[in-house]
């Protein structure tokens, strides 16, 4: 069985639908900010498979992949910080909780 | 089964379980557990794809920088561990429900999708990407990664990038592009990453709780 | 040629790779923690262990290992099971995995990297995860607050660490550990260490931050046993405690491996003008092995040594001394190190007109 570039986007596309589900479904505000990354580790798999199995794209591929990690951990670091003042305003990190601009 | 099939569907299995377990799991701290063996996993996919540079940066960024980073939150943000956040049924029922069809959707479009085109040029460069098997002490991904984001790309030696198109007598096409490096967003990068870092402190500076426990 | 070509005979000699290699870190794990006890013992001006195996106590850590494992296996009643029994497994993971691109000799590795010096670095940091589930899943609050000031000093000191590699790599310019050792043939005095100034302090900073990454003393506050009990290890007896050692001294050979390659040459004695494996053969390429594992042992030599003679740092003294001592100290030797070739080219060119 040869591998094709299908294999690796069917592993990319399980783990972006794990990643928003896990958005979608989990209360507390870090579960959340897994489910972002591991879309963004979905995405990655996309772009190095390609730069894989194109030849065009090599170079290509694997940049994107490094700029992608790379702007995910920053964009951790921030959410991670707003998830603390979060926890320091409302002692909870329960999204549920974040309803004072409700109504 | 050849060899890479079997460490591709060894890696893909722990991904994707790992990946579905860290959504299942009701405990914070296990689920950051199953994605760090799901970030590890991606990275083992990483080289068995040949980007050995992308898949360490993987380990070193994601697994020993971002997960520790989220680790830390965690514990940061401990709860009593009588209070449970958990979703209602009627939510996880519509919530797979959507999933599932969303990941058969994806399936499919995926299987079904022509990804080999029209024959490639035979001039078309060669993959300079080394997949598993061949030589990973020959592999020239540093290097190529490395001028590219200084902005120096190297060129087919008449000086275009051949795609593989071809004009209606079936002659292979080439078309002349301009070289693009990766500086700029490189430098971009550096810069955002600076601004994040003030950013992520300031914000996150010790301070004292004033809030009550919500209801 | 993919990998559907490979054979099962390559497959199996991968296989005997990883048995030597693990063989290899047992039997470092055995010695070192006989010469951890000779070395605090004479530090301590008593004799350390003389009974079991003769005068030196040859079979000490022998007779340890079987205390261990007889031991009786205890789980916390309220430690996290899963979390708990992964956790030395993560760690030990973590430390041996770097030995796949650790070369012991000219050709002497079991995967020769293109990118080993950035791989080794990458996988030695996935450690701090054992010393996380260990503390986390002993559910005892001594253990947790142990973990978390090891993890961050581990991590913390991680950053220093990668800007002091990358500074013999200016002047290697590769990262292929097989590639900078080659480039250090001759004499001692072409071993990187001597190679400019900031490659000389480069290489202490780096021992000391290695060190510290691998949370020896003086840096082992979280193990304090005055003070946290055994940190994220309380809870841990017989056999899951013996897998964290040898994690923790499967990392401390690792550091030192890679100081000896980037700095002290790596598996070339210093004193011959060419490559012992070049020269003669399969016997030269044991010598190599034999020179590099005793540099090696040399290192962690040096950091038992200094683990018995050097008092504790305080856990805001050790942050303290990472961030606002060792890190600015790196980035400045960075500095150095890009702008010295520049320099020394432009006196050369000089000179010449």
Redesign the interface.
């Known amino acids: 069985?040869?591998?094709?570039?299908?294999?690796?986007?069917?592993?990319g596309?399980?783990?972006?639908?794990?990643?928003?589900?896990?958005m979608?479904?989990?209360?507390?505000?870090?579960?959340v900010?897994?489910?972002v990354?591991?879309v963004l580790?979905a995405a990655?798999?996309n772009f190095?498979?390609f730069?894989?199995?194109n030849?065009?794209f090599?170079?290509e591929?694997?940049?994107m992949?490094?700029?992608t990690?790379?702007?995910?951990?920053?964009?951790?670091?921030?959410a991670?910080?707003?998830?603390?003042?979060f926890?320091?305003?409302?002692?909870?990190?329960?999204v549920d909780?974040a309803e004072d601009l409700k109504g | 089964?050849?060899?890479?099939?079997l460490?591709?569907w060894l890696l893909?299995v722990t991904?994707?379980g790992c990946?579905?377990a860290?959504?299942v799991t009701q405990?914070?701290?296990?689920?950051?557990?199953w994605?760090?063996f799901?970030?590890?996993g991606?990275a083992g996919?990483?080289f068995l794809?040949?980007?050995?540079?992308?898949?360490?940066?993987?380990?070193?960024?994601?697994?020993?920088?971002?997960?520790?980073?989220?680790?830390?939150?965690?514990?940061?943000?401990a709860?009593s561990p009588f209070?449970t956040?958990?979703?209602g049924a009627g939510?996880?029922g519509l919530?797979?429900v959507?999933?599932g069809v969303?990941?058969g959707l994806?399936?499919g479009v995926?299987?079904l999708s022509p990804?080999t085109g029209p024959q490639?040029d035979s001039a078309?460069?060669?993959?300079?990407?080394v997949?598993?098997?061949?030589?990973?002490?020959?592999?020239q991904?540093?290097r190529?990664?490395g001028l590219?984001?200084l902005g120096i790309?190297e060129v087919h030696p008449n000086g275009s990038?051949p795609?593989?198109i071809r004009d209606a007598d079936n002659n292979p096409q080439s078309v002349p592009r301009r070289e693009i490096g990766?500086l700029l967003?490189f430098e971009l990068?550096s810069v955002?990453?600076v601004v994040?870092?003030v950013?992520?402190a300031y914000?996150?500076r010790a301070?004292r709780?004033?809030?009550?426990?919500?209801s | 040629?993919?990998?559907?070509?490979?054979s099962s005979l390559a497959?199996l000699w991968a296989l005997i790779k990883a048995l030597i290699l693990i063989t290899f870190v047992l039997v470092s794990a055995i010695f070192f923690v006989w010469l951890e006890r000779k070395v605090a013992g004479r530090i301590q001006d008593r004799l350390g262990p003389t009974r079991v195996g003769g005068k030196f106590g040859w079979l000490q850590t022998v007779a340890d290992g079987l205390k261990l494992l007889v031991k009786e296996d205890l789980i916390p009643a309220h430690a996290?099971r899963?979390?708990f029994r992964?956790g030395p497994y993560v760690a030990l993971v973590g430390a041996f995995l770097a030995y796949m691109a650790l070369p012991f000799g000219n050709q002497a590795v079991a995967?020769?990297?293109?990118?080993a010096v950035?791989?080794m670095?990458?996988?030695l940091?996935?450690e701090?995860?054992g010393v996380?589930?260990g503390g986390?899943g002993s559910g005892s609050k001594w253990a947790?607050f142990g973990a978390?000031r090891e993890?961050?000093q581990v991590?913390s000191y991680?950053v220093p660490r990668s800007l002091c590699v990358v500074i013999p790599i200016l002047a290697a310019g590769t990262?292929?550990l097989?590639e900078i050792a080659r480039q250090q043939v001759g004499g001692f005095w072409n071993w990187y260490v001597f190679h400019d100034p900031f490659t000389f302090v480069a290489f202490w900073v780096f021992f000391t931050v290695g060190t510290a990454s691998c949370k020896r003393a003086p840096f082992d506050l979280a193990e304090a046993e005055s003070e946290l009990v055994a940190g994220f290890h309380t809870e841990y007896s017989g056999f899951r405690w013996l897998i964290f050692y040898m994690a923790e001294y499967g990392s401390m050979f690792s550091v030192s491996g890679i100081a000896v390659l980037l700095f002290l040459g790596g598996w070339h004695t210093g004193l011959l003008p060419f490559d012992l494996s070049d020269r003669l053969g399969l016997v030269g390429n044991i010598v190599n092995i034999l020179v590099f594992v005793v540099k090696g042992w040399v290192l962690v030599f040096v950091m038992m040594w200094v683990r018995w003679t050097l008092p504790r740092l305080r856990i805001d003294q050790v942050m303290m001394t990472c961030l606002k001592y060792l890190l600015p100290l790196s980035c400045a030797l960075l500095l150095g190190a890009s702008v010295w070739p520049l320099v020394v080219n432009t006196l050369r060119i000089g000179w010449m007109y």
């Not at chain 2, 405990?27 to 557990?33: D, E, G, K, L, T």
């Not at chain 2, 078309?124 to 990407?129: E, G, L, M, N, T």
């Not at chain 3, 995967?111 to 990118?115: G, I, T």
Request: negative net charge; contains cysteine; glycine residues 6%.
């Open positions: 069985m040869t591998i094709a570039v299908e294999h690796y986007l069917l592993v596309a399980v783990l972006f639908v794990a990643g928003v589900v896990c979608a479904i989990k209360r507390n505000a870090i579960g900010l897994m489910g990354e591991l580790n990655n798999i190095v498979a730069a894989r199995y030849p065009l090599v170079l591929g694997q940049v992949a490094l700029f990690i790379v702007l995910a951990a920053a964009e951790a670091a921030i991670l910080a707003i998830v603390l003042n926890y320091n305003n409302h002692l909870t990190v329960d909780a | 089964m050849s060899a890479e099939a460490f591709f893909a991904t994707m990946a579905i860290v959504v405990n914070i701290v296990r689920a950051a557990v994605l760090l799901t970030l590890g991606v996919l990483f794809l040949g980007a050995d540079f992308v898949g360490a940066t993987q380990i070193m960024v994601y697994v020993g920088g971002t997960l520790v980073l989220i680790v830390f939150g965690v514990m940061l943000t709860q209070v956040m958990r979703a939510e996880w919530t797979l959507v999933g969303l990941v994806l399936a995926l299987f990804w490639s078309a460069p060669q993959s300079r990407s997949a598993l098997g061949s030589d990973p002490a020959r592999s991904t540093v190529d990664l590219v984001l790309r990038i795609v593989p990766y967003p990068a955002h990453l994040v870092l950013a992520a914000l996150a301070r709780r004033t809030g009550s426990p919500s | 040629m993919p990998l559907g070509d490979v497959l996290d899963m979390l992964m995967l020769e990297m293109n990118v950035f791989y670095l990458a996988v940091s996935t701090v995860y996380i589930l986390y947790l978390m993890a961050a991590v991680e990262l292929n097989n």
